[in-house]
């Protein structure tokens, strides 16, 4: 889903490998605008789209922490 992963800083990483925790592989191919952003090195827009979500609802402190992570590139 995300070409490229294991060269991103490992915040990054993880951040993803989270939401596949929680979400599956399924879920995670669902936030076509956040990996789309991501592909593109567009870190705020992919912590943006991932707060936009049903996920950020069900989960708003882990979506809080996990769209940081991705912002930043730091834990």
Same mark, same amino acid.
């Given at each position: $889903? *995300? ?6 800083? #490992? @915040? =990054?990483?993880?951040? $993803?490998? %989270?939401? /596949? ?6 879920? $995670? #191919? &669902?936030?076509? =605008?956040?990996? #789309?952003? *991501? =592909?593109?090195? %567009? ?6 789209? @991932? $707060?936009? #979500?049903?996920?950020?609802? &069900?989960?708003?402190?882990? @979506?809080?922490? *996990?769209?940081?992570?991705?912002? /930043?590139?730091?834990?």
């Amino acid at each position: $889903l *995300v070409p490229g992963l294991l060269l991103m800083p #490992s @915040a =990054r990483r993880n951040a $993803l490998i %989270d939401m /596949t925790f929680q979400l599956g592989a399924g879920g $995670l #191919s &669902q936030f076509k =605008r956040m990996l #789309s952003a *991501v =592909r593109n090195g %567009d870190f705020e827009m992919a912590a943006m789209e @991932a $707060l936009n #979500s049903k996920y950020a609802i &069900q989960t708003p402190a882990r @979506a809080k922490r *996990v769209a940081e992570m991705l912002r /930043t590139g730091k834990r």
